[in-house]
């Protein structure tokens, strides 16, 4: 393993920064994480979460269509609400389930790098496996970064799974009840 500093993503250097950040997450995730620098603004991970959905869009054409870059503004305000939400959540369940402090920059910060094997959904099959990627790479970053327990770090990433699993069986039977053509 070379000594070299890991070099962090930044939107005043996005050319020169952002390969380096993609091959460190790629080969030293771990180590990555631990050395993250601590955020201030969420101006630099909105930059680098921009760039993964941009890219997204683009290797989505071959599998479906030119017509989906018409959904780009869309999927990439989707992807910032989203991960601006998560965030915030982070923050409260790490304050929460732990006794560590993570601001919702930081947990933004975080998010955002998680996100590169994201990339991947737009590959047909492969989604699953990017999805399970990036809550591989949000817990080792709880670990590292936030130096959580790993059974406290796998608590807060089940706890929403499960919430939004029971609301989606909920309003699922509820609908069903509502429209029984639906059903079969």
């Known amino acids: 393993m070379s000594d070299a500093p ?96 993570l601001s919702a920059a930081n947990a933004f910060q975080l998010s955002g790098y998680a996100s590169l094997p994201m990339l991947l959904c737009a590959i047909p099959y492969v989604g699953a496996v990017a999805g399970l990627w990036n809550l591989y790479l949000i817990w080792l970053g709880l670990v590292s970064y936030c130096r959580v327990s790993a059974g406290a770090a796998m608590v807060i990433l089940i706890v929403p799974i499960v919430v939004l699993g029971a609301t989606t069986a909920v309003f699922t039977t509820m609908l069903i009840k509502a429209v029984p053509q639906l059903a079969g």
């Not at 054409?61 to 915030?88: C, D, E, N, Q, R």
């Not at 959540?89 to 790490?94: E, F, L, P």
């Open 6 to 101: 890991l070099i962090y993503f930044t939107g005043n250097k996005p050319s020169a920064t952002l390969l380096p950040t993609v091959k460190a997450l790629l080969t030293t995730p771990g180590s990555f994480f631990e050395n993250m620098p601590r955020a201030i603004y969420f101006k630099d991970a909105m930059f680098f979460i921009s760039i993964v959905v941009f890219a997204f869009s683009f290797l989505s054409i071959p599998f479906h269509g030119a017509l989906f870059l018409f959904m780009l503004p869309v999927t990439w305000g989707a992807v910032l609400i989203s991960l601006w939400l998560w965030s915030k959540y982070m923050s409260w369940a790490v304050r929460t389930f732990t006794d560590k402090k």
